[in-house]
């Protein structure tokens, strides 16, 4: 194989989960070096062995992306042990119960007649709607600011954020996790036009729906069947499956690779098996 990114140096953060693990991974295949950032120091250090062991080069490093100074301190250790970075990918986010309402539409009945077992949409916690938003979307903002400096120094670097099918149209029931996605993609294209001139690309690839540790509980019940809510994403999935994390590789290749796209950038790549292109009917 052909080493396409020999040289070049990798920071994902998020990577210890199920989808920027694999991220990580595949950069190294392709050559680079990889710095796998994650909040816990064993799930980052997991899988940079993981890549270790198979010849590639990676380190683990502990970080949490809403945290300024631990990130201050990742980019220290990447620099003094790679070098300044090329390739950017701001993998960290998720969700949180508390920023989740139990229904998806709202009936005066939950409003007249609360119950424990329902959570509206005035019961949502802004302590919780708040670290949703900023995982997604701070987390992000943070880790570019701290990491593009160097990188607005170089000739040629890339920057991928990570949106989702909420952005576009939003999910019902995850209002916080949807308003961030969306500020994501608004943050990705305006950075294209701000990191332009110093030579940094900024694209984001839109997973659809992929089963991770962080939505099992919502999308399968415990005999491994569909939920409810799994069987309306896969009707309205043209492709009628959930994504698998290997369906996002060749995209973050097409999106690093200079010469497969180095005139492209401030785009969202959907990969999705075709639901945002389905009307329902």
Known sequence: MSKILEGKVAVVTGGGGVLCSEFCKELA??????AVLSLRQENAERVAKEIRDKGGEAIGISCNALDLDSVKNAEKIVYETYGACDILINGAGGNHPKGTTTKEILEREDITNPSDQIQTFFDLEVDAFNSVFHLNFTG????TQVFAKRMALKEKSTIINIS????????????????????????????AVHMANVGIRVNAIAPGFFLTSQNKELLT????????????????????????PEDLLGTLMYLVDDRASGFVTGIVIPVDGGFLAYSGV
């Not at 409810?228 to 499956?241: D, F």
């Open 221 to 244: 019940n415990e005999d491994g069947s569909l939920t409810e809510r799994s069987q309306k994403i896969i009707s309205h999935t043209p492709m009628r499956r959930f994504g698998v």
């Open 164 to 191: 989702s099918m909420s952005a576009p149209c939003p999910m019902t029931k995850v209002p916080a996790y949807s308003a961030a996605k969306a500020a994501i993609e608004n943050f990705t294209q305006w950075l």
């Open 140 to 143: 992000a903002f943070i880790t």
């Open 29 to 34: 295949r392709h050559g680079a070096k990889v």
